[in-house]
């Protein structure tokens, strides 16, 4: 009876949740804001608590955003950008998937099931970034991105 228990013991500390919850109220209602016109919010930051994805950090500004992803865990990012040129200014997105160096194998493996049901809510991007070094997320280099998949520039040359 007692070497069951150790070995029931022991096993839960290896037992972690298959199945993943998606908070979709939560997230639908951030992704929203920050699709919209009509707030300040240019991201959002989506993290696993226990076996919930959910809101864990909005705001404005990019440093901010930058801050929310650290090497030791999974998460998901979303921000709105104003790319174009003087002629033609667009509102683009981007969907960021952060699989931290020091994450461990199992965790990413899990990650791709869950992007999936991610991207159930999280619909409408213009950009998809997997990135797991935080010199990665770089403002100017997701811009660059975004112009370049923008379509025709209709600038004068002249620099903004």
Same mark, same amino acid.
């Given at each position: ?10 096993? &839960? ?20 804001? +920050? ?6 919010? &240019?991201? +959002? ?39 174009? %040129? @003087? ?17 461990? +194998?199992?965790?990413?493996? =899990? +990650?791709? $099931? ?9 619909? $409408?991007?213009?950009? @998809?970034? &997997? ?6 997320? %770089? ?5 660059? @991105?975004? $112009?370049?998949?923008?379509?025709? =520039? ?7």
């Amino acid at each position: 009876m007692l070497a069951e228990q150790m070995l029931m013991d022991h096993m &839960q500390n290896f037992t972690a949740p298959l199945v993943t919850i998606i908070d979709t109220t939560r997230i639908k209602a951030s992704y929203d804001e +920050v699709r919209s016109d009509y707030t300040e919010t &240019q991201w +959002v930051v989506f993290k696993y608590s226990d076996a919930t994805i959910t809101v864990a950090a909005k705001g404005k500004e990019f440093d901010e955003f930058k801050q929310q992803f650290e090497d030791s865990e999974r998460c998901y990012g979303y921000m709105r950008f104003r790319t174009g %040129d @003087e002629m033609s200014k667009r509102t683009k997105f981007i969907l960021i998937t952060w699989i931290g160096k020091d994450v461990g +194998v199992m965790q990413r493996a =899990k +990650v791709t $099931n869950d992007k999936y049901l991610m991207k159930q809510v999280i619909t $409408n991007y213009a950009a @998809e970034f &997997q990135l797991e070094c935080i010199s990665e997320i %770089d403002e100017n280099y997701f811009k660059d @991105e975004l $112009n370049k998949i923008g379509g025709t =520039k209709y600038g004068t040359g002249v620099k903004m």
